[in-house]
C-alpha cells in the first residue's frame, strides 16, 4: 500500500513491492496521461511533478512518494477549466501525435511555477529531457512561451 496526494486529492493504491510510480498511476489510479516511453528516464513521456519536481515516473519507486503530492497532466486543468498551457498547446497546435505532451506539460508547468517569464533558452533547457519525434518543437516553444505571457 502506498499512500500520497495525486492531482490534490488523497490516494491510497495497492500495489506491489518492486512498482514503478507509473505503474500504480496507471494501473489502480487508473490515470492514462502519465505513458510509457523508454523505462529508462530517456524519453520523458511518462515525467509527473513529485512535490513540484519534474521527476520520472517510469523508475521511480511508487513506495518513494508516500506522504508526497504527485500531479500528472489529468491535474493540470479540467475541460472546464484548463489550464493555460492546455489552453496555448491547443492555440499554437503544439501536438502532433500527441504521446510526449502529457510529459511536457507537467515540466512546462513547473517551469512557470518557478519562472513565469521564461526566456525561451529557459524553456529549451526545461524541456530537454524529452522527446518529441513528430517535430513540434517550435510549436511547443511557442506555446510555453503563450501560456507564460497569458499568466502575466
Known amino acids: 500500500m502506498v499512500s500520497f496526494s495525486l492531482n490534490g486529492h488523497p490516494v491510497t493504491l ?22 510509457f516511453g523508454c523505462g529508462t528516464e530517456q524519453c520523458g513521456a511518462c515525467m509527473v511533478l513529485v ?4 521527476r520520472c515516473a517510469c523508475t521511480l519507486a511508487a513506495g518513494a512518494v508516500t506522504g508526497r503530492a504527485v500531479v500528472t497532466v489529468e491535474g493540470l486543468g479540467t475541460p472546464e477549466a484548463p489550464h493555460p498551457l492546455q489552453s496555448a498547446f491547443l492555440a499554437e497546435q503544439a501536438g502532433q501525435c500527441g504521446y510526449c505532451l502529457s510529459g511536457i506539460l507537467v515540466s512546462a508547468a513547473a517551469l512557470l511555477a518557478r519562472d513565469p517569464a521564461p526566456e525561451e533558452a529557459a524553456i529549451r533547457t526545461a524541456l530537454e529531457p524529452h522527446l518529441c519525434r513528430c517535430g513540434s518543437h517550435n510549436r511547443i516553444l511557442r506555446a510555453v512561451s503563450r501560456a507564460a505571457a497569458e499568466m502575466a
Do not use: I
Open 51 to 54: 512535490d513540484g519536481t519534474p
Open 14 to 35: 495497492e500495489v506491489p513491492e518492486e512498482a514503478t510510480l507509473l505503474q500504480a498511476l496507471r494501473g489502480p489510479a487508473g490515470l492514462s496521461g502519465p505513458r
